[in-house]
């Protein structure tokens, strides 16, 4: 994965806007942030639950390790782009827009899959 392949799966979320935090790219849904993009480090952040943060960072430890300090007890997850497929940055893309959407934003898009 490559920042720009990060980019395009994250504006592809319903809503999906690019802004800007603390010098880096980020992504929001009605305002929210629900990814980042650090591309001098290779890596993305996303908000996971905390079970679904657990079972990734379990099954894909190369790929999935939480973020420092109180973010990472509060979800957020950084993701290793030069490490991670497209299908697994998806759905962890996926769950965090889910995660950060008003739920009838996120029942419309349930509806649609």
Do not use: Q, Y
Request: zero cysteines.
């Amino acid at each position: 994965m490559t920042p720009d392949d990060a980019r395009r799966i994250a504006l592809s979320m319903p809503e999906a806007m690019e802004s800007a935090h603390m010098g880096h790219p980020d992504f929001r849904v009605r305002g929210k942030i629900f990814a980042t993009l650090w591309p001098d480090k290779d890596r993305a952040v996303v908000r996971l639950e905390p079970d679904h943060e657990a079972m990734l960072m379990e099954a894909e430890p190369v790929f999935f390790t939480p973020a420092a300090g109180a973010w990472g007890r509060k979800g957020w997850t950084n993701l290793a782009l030069g490490a991670v497929d497209e299908a697994t940055f998806r759905s962890a893309v996926t769950a965090s827009w889910r995660a950060t959407a008003p739920k009838r934003l996120a029942a419309e898009f349930e509806k649609r899959l």
